[in-house]
């Protein structure tokens, strides 16, 4: 009888019938892993390198961005046209992007109807809600229109749904961030050394294997 109550194993360490049933209760209670689980963890892990890479590219190029940058003065001759449109109530100062893709020297247009323009024969309405402010000078701020020889209606945020509609808004969409940082990703690696990214990024991918094993 005692040859059944008990259960000899390889380290010599004896158990009964009863703490091997329990051991085989306990097994089967243990929660399995579906597949379909593990797939999830394998997109959840991907997608958030992903993002941890992105966001450490994004802030490169932004020191890099704040560290390089260089202010730009306004020619002279922009600034006296400036000065000029400021003292007229029917005329607007206009900055034109001409159809082969150049910008002109601002210019002073008078202003018909109180909403229109007309610029080479091409009319252009006025709306006040289009209105850019730029500084020129010495702590001088001027009022001007930016139109597109091909399009009436003034360069402006008005068109905003119309961007997210084609999802092409940049505070929602990241298709334009992330192309930006694929595109400089060879001037990264110059500067950080192709060595140190790919020690960055394994040592990323074996945090997230630990913390999803857990």
């Known amino acids: 009888m005692e040859h059944f109550r008990k259960q000899s194993t390889s380290s010599g360490v004896l158990k009964s019938i009863d703490e091997i049933e329990e051991d085989e209760e ?10 379909q689980d593990k797939q999830k963890r394998k997109r959840s892990m991907r997608e958030l390198l992903d993002k941890l890479v992105d ?3 994004t802030g ?5 961005t704040k560290v390089l940058k260089k202010p730009w003065k306004f020619p002279s001759k922009w600034i006296r046209q400036a000065k000029k449109s400021s003292k007229r109530r029917d005329a607007v100062l206009v900055f034109y992007l001409n ?10 247009v008078p202003i018909y109807g109180g909403n229109m323009v007309i610029i080479r024969n ?3 309405e006025v709306d006040p809600r289009a209105i850019w402010n730029v500084k020129m000078g010495f702590n001088k701020t ?3 229109l930016i139109i597109k020889e091909i399009d009436r209606r003034p360069v402006s945020n008005l068109n905003w749904d119309d961007i997210r509609a084609r999802g092409d808004a940049t ?3 990241e298709f334009l961030i992330k192309a930006a940082l694929r595109a400089q990703m060879t001037t990264t690696a110059k500067r950080v050394g192709k060595g140190a990214i790919v020690i960055i990024i394994l040592a990323i991918v074996g945090a997230l294997i630990f913390f999803f094993m857990q």
Do not use: A, T, W
């Not at 306990?26 to 597949?35: A, I, T, Y």
């Not at 159809?99 to 002073?108: D, V």
């Open 55 to 57: 966001e450490k590219e």
């Open 171 to 173: 505070d929602s969409d």
């Open 99 to 108: 159809i082969k893709g150049e910008l002109e020297n601002p210019m002073i």
């Open 122 to 124: 091409k009319v252009y």
């Open 142 to 144: 001027y009022k001007l």
């Open 26 to 35: 306990k097994k089967r209670q243990e929660p399995r892993v579906k597949p």
């Open 60 to 64: 490169d190029k932004r020191k890099d």
